[in-house]
Structures are given as C-alpha cells and as structure tokens.
C-alpha cells in the first residue's frame, strides 16, 4: 500500500475536506484528490464520502484505523529518536473524574488527547479510528482490538428522600433508568454534562442521582446526602481495549491503566 496514499486519506478524514488535507500536507487539492482515487482504485473501493465534513464510508473506517495504526509506529519510531508521541484515548466521564489520570501520569512522555463518551458508546470511536484505546462497557472487541476486563464501577442512588427530580450526565446517560426497571416513579430530569458538576447537583439538592460508591460513602457520611435504597446498587463492568499493533507505548500504558483501575473498582 502506497503510505503517502495512506496519510492523505487520514488528512482528509481528520481534517474534514480535500483543501484543508492539502494544506496540511502541502500539496495542492488536486495532488490530494489524485491521491484518493489512486488509493480507492487500489482498494476497489470508494472510501471518502465526499460530503462536508468528508466521511469516511464503511469500508474506508477500517482503513482509517490502519492508518492511524500505521502513523502511530511512525510516531512512536520517531520519538524514540526526537522525544514524544500522541496517543489518543476516549473515557467515560466518571472513569475521567475518579481513577483515569494517574495511568496517565504513570506513563510519561506521550502527548495524551483524551475524548469523552458514555461507557456504552465510547467503543464507537475505536471503530471509526478516533481513538487508540478506550475504557468501555461494550466486552465485545472492537476488530483489530485486544480486550481486558479491569473491572466493575458501582453505584449508589443517593439524594434527599423527598427528591421528586432525576439528575443525568446527558441524554446517553441511562444509569439512573437502569437502576428503576420495573419501577414506575415519574421524575423530572436535569441534565448536566460534567461529572463533577453532576456529584454537586446532587449534593446540593437538585436532584437524586447514580454517584460512584467510592465518592457516595464519604458524603453519606458527612450527611450531604443518603443512601436512598440501602442494600442496591448498580454495577457496570468496565473494559479496556486498544489497538493490537504490537507499540510499546500502548503496553505500557495498558499495565498503568489496570493498576490505576484496581483499587477503585469491583472485581
């Protein structure tokens, strides 16, 4: 496979158009647009939907995940001689908020770009090429993956006993209608997108909430809240997948992560 081919591929999925790869690469759009039909040629594919923002189309996001593979080598090659590589990780909020960052901070020396999604979909960005690595729920590896089971968050429903309002992370987040099948309580919804800000909706009242155990005994504790249902509990298994290229950095940061992850979740 031609890998200049390749990188103007990733050029114009990452950046969006044809013009803007080709100013990044520093070739002019039609060396870019050459570029591309050459590849889909090769493939015997169409792999760019030319859309705004381009696309990738379902047989190009396998492709998109080669590259980002292949560029990932190059990049930790070249560090290894220069200093520095970028790795690129999707998180769950609550995993961000609670345990993540010290498996960063265990494995310096890449340049981190973190993304953020529900558990349930951050395995999407493995799929599309996004990421390199994401802490998720889906136990199902993404192809082109490896998988380990780090193991399970839980939660306690905790606010006031009088609260008639439901607090969630967004309009992915349905912890809170997990933790009520076949209960039929009506509530209102706040929705508030910062794990942080969401521990502190609850704390001051605007409504009850999913809040991880390991926040949720301190407060009780300290009286913010209580334990609405004393006993119940809500555990999501959480996985680690990552590309399976064989980079040192990825192994590494994959010893960091299980560490970091042990002491905050079930097994």
């Known amino acids: 496979m031609d890998f200049a081919q390749l990188a103007t591929f990733q050029a114009v999925i990452e950046s969006g158009s044809f013009d803007a790869a080709a100013r990044e690469l520093h070739v002019t759009p ?3 647009s050459q570029r591309i039909k050459a590849l889909e ?34 990049r930790e090659a070249i560090g290894q001689a220069r200093g520095g590589t970028r790795v690129s990780i999707v998180v769950n909020a609550d995993s961000l908020h609670t345990w993540f ?46 998988i380990e089971r780090l193991g399970a968050m839980r939660y306690l429903a905790v606010g006031r006993p009088d609260d008639r309002a439901m607090v969630r992370y967004n309009r992915k987040d349905h912890l809170q ?3 009520l099948t076949g209960r039929s309580e009506m509530f209102e919804e706040h929705f508030v997108p910062s ?5 502190e909706a609850v704390r001051m009242g605007l409504g009850w909430g999913l809040v991880p155990e390991w ?22 298994p959480l996985h680690w997948q990552y590309w399976r290229i064989g980079s040192a950095v990825l192994d590494e940061l994959t010893a960091a992560v299980k560490a970091a992850a042990a002491p905050f979740l079930r097994s």
Do not use: N
């Open 195 to 199: 794990a942080s800000a969401f521990i």
């Open 30 to 32: 039609s060396a870019v």
């Open 41 to 74: 040629r090769s493939v015997g594919q169409v792999l760019v939907r030319r859309t705004k923002p381009c696309v990738a189309t379902p047989a190009g996001e396998a492709l998109v995940r080669f590259a980002g593979q292949v560029a990932l080598l190059e």
């Open 177 to 179: 209608h997990r933790f």
């Open 215 to 236: 926040i949720a005994r301190d407060d009780i504790s300290e009286g913010r809240y209580v334990d609405l249902h004393p006993g119940r509990h809500l555990d999501v």
């Open 101 to 146: 960052l010290p498996a960063l901070a265990a494995v310096p020396g890449p340049q981190y770009e973190l993304h953020t999604d529900d558990e349930y979909y951050t395995a999407d960005l493995l799929r599309s090429g996004t990421a390199m690595a994401a802490v998720t729920a889906d136990d199902t590896a993404v192809q082109g993956c490896r």
